[in-house]
């Protein structure tokens, strides 16, 4: 891997300088949203490479931290090179592969797969990417569970959640959470990503921390159960070798979903209320509900 420092270009000049020719193809869409990172699959001939420019430097750190940490891990993405160009902080990464669990039918192996390679993170030394003593435990989740509750309150009229699931969220105890463990903690579908050989990668790892393990597993489980069907879910349970009981699930589906509902607010306020995620705010009603039944 080596480092790289150039002069100051715009985004495009410099997926361009990077491409030496070859063919560019952006994969994420252009976002008008603060601090967002952008994604590019580089072919040169029959070969690919991913760029990844950060929208900040803390997030360009963070994960080459991470990275640096697991890169004996085998499910992690390969870096290549990294560089600095002007206020552009970006990665070179190995194509780990062209689909990804959101993308493709479901699956039930491939769900296992990832199930067993978040057990494989838990089970890692903590100490290779955080010297933190605690990081989020179940102090924190209480209080955040709350926290996220009240900021969801104030945007329920944008996207459409009612004050009778406000008021009920209120009442659902905060999910239980174990010991912190070396998580991820955006484990959804598309960010296992696969190869035409079936290997499966987790990218994007400028969030990992230490977190409960029900974090990770929960919000894998989840998603991939919306995107994928109850079976692919069963499957990432059947591969972590752990079932979580479906009240508790239902508890961290509400956590996840306020989360999801408050950030995607936060950074869509010019955004129509129609532009929140389809069927999020119905996914947030069905686990209130089953989180107090």
């Known amino acids: 891997m080596r480092h790289v420092k150039e002069g100051r ?5 410099l997926v361009r300088s990077l491409a030496l020719g070859g063919t560019v193809q952006q994969l994420t869409a252009p976002s008008s949203r603060m601090n967002a990172n952008q994604v590019f699959r580089i072919w040169r001939g029959d070969d690919s490479k991913v760029l990844k420019i950060y929208g900040s430097d803390a997030r360009q750190r963070r994960e080459h931290h991470a990275l640096n940490a ?8 390969q870096v290549l090179e990294s560089g600095v160009s002007g206020d552009l902080h970006w990665i070179m990464f190995a194509d780990a592969g062209k689909w990804n669990l959101e993308t ?3 699956n039930p192996g491939l769900a296992r797969t990832a199930g067993r390679i978040l057990r494989e993170l838990h089970e890692t030394d903590k100490a290779l990417v955080s010297n933190l003593e605690r990081g989020i435990d179940q102090e924190w989740v209480a209080i955040d569970f709350q926290s996220t509750l009240r900021r969801l309150d104030r945007y329920r009229s944008r996207v459409g959640v009612s004050s009778d699931f406000i008021e009920a969220a209120r009442s659902v105890n905060p999910p239980f959470a174990n ?3 070396l998580a991820h903690t955006d484990a959804i579908p598309r960010n ?4 035409d050989a079936g290997t499966v990668t987790l990218i994007n790892w400028e969030w990992a921390t230490l977190a409960p393990p029900e974090w990770d597993l929960t919000r894998a489980a989840w998603s ?3 995107h994928a069907g109850p079976t692919a879910a069963a499957s990432l349970f059947e591969g972590y070798g752990k079932v979580i009981d479906g009240v508790v699930l239902d508890r961290w ?3 996840h979903t306020a989360q999801t509902l408050v950030n995607h607010t936060e950074n869509n306020m010019s955004t129509h209320p129609s532009n929140v995620p389809t069927g999020l705010v119905d996914e947030f009603n069905r686990a209130v509900l089953g989180a107090t039944s």
Request: proline share 10%; net charge negative; charged share 20%.
């Open 179 to 181: 010991e912190p463990v």
């Open 70 to 77: 697991l890169k004996d891990w085998t499910h992690s993405p």
């Open 192 to 195: 296992f990503v696969v190869d």
């Open 224 to 226: 991939i159960g919306v």
């Open 9 to 13: 270009l715009d985004s495009q000049a």
């Open 253 to 255: 589906i509400v956590y």
């Open 104 to 106: 493709l039918p479901e």
